[in-house]
């Protein structure tokens, strides 16, 4: 008599799908959560005739999702079960408002000075259509389908009250894809971020985050991301030596490490010089311009993911950075440094700014709080 086989046994998630970000807190998730596996960032604009009352409805749509996609289960209504299987996988979805969003709304009185439009800078080449935008999202999650669920989610909940305006997709290196935790890289090959602010750094707050006695008082506890899409162009830099590109960058490819001696995380000694009087990290060096040091304690959390949209019809890769930094106040963190980059980075010939974006990303929603509830009911 044959024996009926046995049930198959529930395993348990790995450690990859198992990671779970909180939706409620102090701030929103998705600013000090390690780097993601994939991104999704997406802006919106409010549809014509959509004001206050839309967006704040919108919001409580967007925050119920997120609480529930965030603790990996599906949405309330038409799920489409893309990541039925899967668990939270670190999945994270921030909100934040653009500079417009209040003229819509008529909240006008409400809008940070902080949020006022970015200079021009030089290395600039913006597409305006995929640029700002009354609405922003980002997603992030170490699994992709998880991360596109999240998305269709996120863009089904806005109905009628939104369009898209303009929709990128990124990725970083899987966690555990390395023999141990390591600084990320990025599409050039170099260790990128070794010198960001750490929340174990006691004054790290006090750069990335709105105080709690903050101005307008609806920021409290939140931050401000500048979005920048940072198109590599790949093929010069590919033609350069190994150690032509290290003078770029101002640290050694293979670790990280600064020109001027030691491991990634050492200081970099910027008056080492050889025999003949020459820096040992090239003034024009990319790590020596932005050193906060160098730009009067200027400090943002850089939280970027890389992308490739495909080739152009030359075989030339559109691919590089999703830039995404986090600070206090944008005209003391992103600006400053951004306008020195401008006047002589070695780094900018190989590099074109393509869109950009300035968003207020308020606190985090207390339970039974939709994000953005102090603006839209205060």
Not at 188 to 198: A, C, E, F, L, S
Not at 230 to 242: C, F, H, N, P
Not at 332 to 349: E, H, I, N, T, W
Request: charged letters at 25%; one cysteine or more.
């Amino acid at each position: 008599m044959a024996t009926r086989p046995a049930p198959a046994q529930a395993r348990p998630l790995t450690s990859l799908g198992a990671g779970r970000a909180m939706f409620h807190g102090k701030h929103q998730p998705g600013i000090t959560e390690g780097l993601q596996a994939r991104g999704h960032l997406i802006a919106f604009d409010l549809a014509a005739g959509a004001g206050r009352r839309e967006a704040a409805a919108l919001l409580r749509r967007w925050s119920a999702t997120a609480e529930r996609l965030m603790a990996g289960e599906p949405a309330a209504h038409d799920d489409t079960d893309v990541a039925r299987d899967a668990g939270p996988s670190s999945l994270t979805i921030t909100f934040g408002f653009g500079h417009d969003f209040f003229t819509r709304t008529g909240l006008e009185k409400q809008r940070p000075a902080a949020l006022d439009p970015l200079p021009d800078f030089s290395s600039d080449r913006l597409d305006k259509a995929r640029s700002n935008g009354d609405l922003w999202v980002q997603i992030g999650a170490d699994d992709a389908l998880v991360a596109f669920h999240a998305l269709r989610a996120i863009q089904k909940d806005a109905g009628a009250a939104a369009r898209v305006r303009w929709q990128m997709n990124g990725f970083n290196r899987s966690p555990g894809a390395t023999a141990r935790p390591m600084t990320a890289r990025n599409l050039m090959g170099q260790i990128d971020g070794t010198r960001n602010p750490k929340p174990t750094d006691p004054d790290f707050d006090k750069r990335i985050f709105v105080p709690a006695s903050g101005e307008p008082a609806w920021m409290a506890n939140g931050s401000y991301a500048v979005v920048r899409r940072i198109r590599m162009l790949l093929d010069d830099w590919e033609k350069l030596t190994v150690t032509a590109q290290e003078g770029v960058i101002g640290r050694r490819k293979s670790d990280g490490a600064p020109l001027s001696g030691g491991t990634e995380t050492t200081e970099m000694d910027l008056e080492k010089a050889d025999d003949q009087g020459t820096y040992i990290v090239p003034g024009n060096a990319h790590a020596r311009i932005t050193r906060p040091d160098q730009n009067g304690g200027a400090a943002m959390l850089r939280r970027p993911f890389s992308y490739h949209d495909g080739l152009d019809t030359d075989g030339t890769p559109d691919a590089g950075l999703l830039f995404v930094c986090w600070q206090a106040d944008p005209l003391r963190g992103f600006v400053p440094v951004q306008r020195k980059l401008d006047r002589g980075d070695a780094l900018s010939k190989f590099i074109r700014h393509e869109t950009s974006g300035l968003f207020a990303v308020p606190g985090g929603a207390a339970r039974g709080e939709y994000v953005g509830q102090r603006l839209l009911e205060g």
